[in-house]
Protein backbone atom coordinates (compact mmCIF):
# COMPACT_ATOMS: atom_id res chain seq x y z
CA UNK A 1 0.00 0.00 0.00
CA UNK A 2 1.01 3.72 -0.65
CA UNK A 3 -0.35 5.59 1.31
CA UNK A 4 -0.42 5.06 5.87
CA UNK A 5 -3.54 5.89 7.94
CA UNK A 6 -1.76 5.05 11.34
CA UNK A 7 -1.74 8.12 13.50
CA UNK A 8 -4.98 9.15 12.62
CA UNK A 9 -7.55 10.27 15.51
CA UNK A 10 -5.89 7.90 17.73
CA UNK A 11 -7.58 7.68 21.15
CA UNK A 12 -5.53 5.28 24.01
CA UNK A 13 -7.10 4.65 27.73
CA UNK A 14 -5.78 2.81 30.59
CA UNK A 15 -7.92 0.27 31.51
CA UNK A 16 -7.24 -2.67 34.65
CA UNK A 17 -6.06 -5.57 32.76
CA UNK A 18 -7.14 -9.33 32.81
CA UNK A 19 -4.95 -12.03 32.28
CA UNK A 20 -6.30 -12.66 29.02
CA UNK A 21 -5.26 -9.34 27.16
CA UNK A 22 -2.60 -9.44 25.26
CA UNK A 23 -0.98 -6.62 23.15
CA UNK A 24 -2.05 -6.05 19.75
CA UNK A 25 -5.29 -8.17 20.04
CA UNK A 26 -9.02 -6.94 20.61
CA UNK A 27 -10.41 -6.02 24.21
CA UNK A 28 -13.51 -5.92 25.71
CA UNK A 29 -15.00 -3.96 28.64
CA UNK A 30 -15.29 -6.90 31.11
CA UNK A 31 -16.59 -4.75 34.46
CA UNK A 32 -15.63 -1.54 35.75
CA UNK A 33 -12.87 -0.06 34.25
CA UNK A 34 -11.82 -3.47 33.53
CA UNK A 35 -11.02 -5.31 29.79
CA UNK A 36 -10.52 -8.49 28.83
CA UNK A 37 -9.95 -10.60 25.51
CA UNK A 38 -12.61 -9.78 23.04
CA UNK A 39 -15.78 -12.45 22.50
CA UNK A 40 -17.67 -10.99 20.00
CA UNK A 41 -17.36 -7.25 20.13
CA UNK A 42 -14.59 -5.40 20.50
CA UNK A 43 -14.30 -1.50 21.64
CA UNK A 44 -10.87 -1.36 20.58
CA UNK A 45 -6.84 -3.19 20.74
CA UNK A 46 -4.29 -3.40 23.37
CA UNK A 47 -1.75 -1.16 22.17
CA UNK A 48 0.31 -2.42 25.66
CA UNK A 49 0.21 -3.88 29.04
CA UNK A 50 2.42 -4.11 32.07
CA UNK A 51 1.60 -4.40 35.28
CA UNK A 52 -1.83 -5.21 35.70
CA UNK A 53 -2.65 -2.42 33.27
CA UNK A 54 -3.64 -2.50 29.57
CA UNK A 55 -3.24 0.71 27.10
CA UNK A 56 -6.17 0.68 24.97
CA UNK A 57 -6.82 2.14 21.71
CA UNK A 58 -10.15 3.25 21.01
CA UNK A 59 -9.92 5.27 17.82
CA UNK A 60 -8.25 5.45 15.17
CA UNK A 61 -6.50 3.17 12.47
CA UNK A 62 -5.62 -0.20 13.49
CA UNK A 63 -4.77 -3.89 11.67
CA UNK A 64 -5.63 -6.79 12.65
CA UNK A 65 -5.56 -10.30 11.54
CA UNK A 66 -8.68 -12.00 10.67
CA UNK A 67 -10.17 -15.00 9.81
CA UNK A 68 -12.73 -15.01 7.67
CA UNK A 69 -12.30 -11.45 5.40
CA UNK A 70 -15.33 -8.92 4.71
CA UNK A 71 -16.47 -9.49 0.74
CA UNK A 72 -15.35 -5.46 0.21
CA UNK A 73 -13.71 -2.78 2.34
CA UNK A 74 -16.37 0.19 3.33
CA UNK A 75 -18.60 -0.45 6.33
CA UNK A 76 -18.69 -3.88 7.71
CA UNK A 77 -20.02 -5.40 10.22
CA UNK A 78 -16.99 -7.32 11.94
CA UNK A 79 -17.11 -9.25 14.98
CA UNK A 80 -14.20 -11.12 17.31
CA UNK A 81 -14.40 -15.25 16.29
CA UNK A 82 -13.48 -18.40 18.18
CA UNK A 83 -9.94 -18.11 17.00
CA UNK A 84 -9.81 -14.57 18.53
CA UNK A 85 -9.20 -13.00 15.07
CA UNK A 86 -11.71 -10.27 13.35
CA UNK A 87 -14.11 -11.76 11.17
CA UNK A 88 -17.13 -10.46 9.21
CA UNK A 89 -20.02 -11.20 10.80
CA UNK A 90 -22.64 -13.00 9.56
CA UNK A 91 -26.36 -11.26 9.65
CA UNK A 92 -27.35 -13.63 12.85
CA UNK A 93 -24.19 -13.05 14.06
CA UNK A 94 -23.47 -10.17 17.26
CA UNK A 95 -20.91 -7.61 15.33
CA UNK A 96 -20.09 -3.90 15.16
CA UNK A 97 -20.02 -1.65 12.09
CA UNK A 98 -16.49 -0.34 11.08
CA UNK A 99 -14.43 1.18 8.54
CA UNK A 100 -12.47 -1.23 6.48
CA UNK A 101 -9.92 0.23 4.97
CA UNK A 102 -8.21 -2.21 3.10
CA UNK A 103 -8.05 -6.07 3.41
CA UNK A 104 -4.14 -7.53 2.50
CA UNK A 105 -5.09 -11.52 1.72
CA UNK A 106 -1.56 -12.23 1.50
CA UNK A 107 -0.63 -10.93 4.87
CA UNK A 108 -4.21 -12.09 6.55
CA UNK A 109 -5.03 -8.60 7.53
CA UNK A 110 -7.33 -5.57 7.75
CA UNK A 111 -6.95 -2.33 8.36
CA UNK A 112 -10.29 -0.51 9.67
CA UNK A 113 -11.07 2.79 11.84
CA UNK A 114 -12.29 2.04 15.33
Same mark, same amino acid.
Request: proline share 3%; glycine share 14%.
Given at each position: MQV???????DVVTFEADETVE???? $??????GKV?????VFCGVCVGVRGGYAAV /?? *?????LPY???? !?? $??Y /? *??AV +? !??? *? $????? !? !? +?EGREYLV??????AGSLGLLL
Amino acid at each position: MQVCFNGFGEDVVTFEADETVEAGAP $VMVSENGKVSAAEGVFCGVCVGVRGGYAAV /QL *KGYVTLPYGTAP !ET $VGY /Q *KLAV +D !ETG *K $VSAAG !E !E +DEGREYLVLDVDEAAGSLGLLL
